[in-house]
């Protein structure tokens, strides 16, 4: 998969969130987490307000894992009304958490 913004970073981690699928109060994303020496991979189960790891994810550190989860739940924010966001793109300079 390739970000909207090109190749991978040359610094810092990007995350980009691709709807797989959903309904009314869930919805599933596969998440491409990108720093500059590879791409890892992981899916994001979003339920109400909770969201957690469906299943493992590869090639990720754990600090980006949980920083992961914590954009995932911006996107659980969303007006009930409101459509999920068919993909959502999210750039992390270097040490923020």
């Known amino acids: 998969m390739t970000a909207l913004s ?9 995350y980009v969130f691709t709807l797989a699928s959903h309904d009314e109060h869930h919805a599933l994303y596969d998440v ?7 791409t ?3 899916r994001v189960r979003i339920a109400g307000g909770a969201c957690a790891l ?4 590869h090639a990720i550190e754990a600090a980006h894992v949980a920083q992961m989860l914590a954009l995932a ?24 958490r």
């Open 6 to 14: 090109g190749t991978n970073p040359a610094r810092g981690v990007r």
């Open 32 to 38: 491409a987490v990108s720093v500059a020496e590879h």
């Open 40 to 42: 890892g991979a992981a």
């Open 54 to 57: 469906d299943g493992e994810a």
């Open 73 to 96: 739940k911006t996107i659980a924010r969303r007006d009930d009304a409101a459509p999920w966001p068919r993909r959502v793109e999210r750039w992390r300079s270097p040490g923020v």
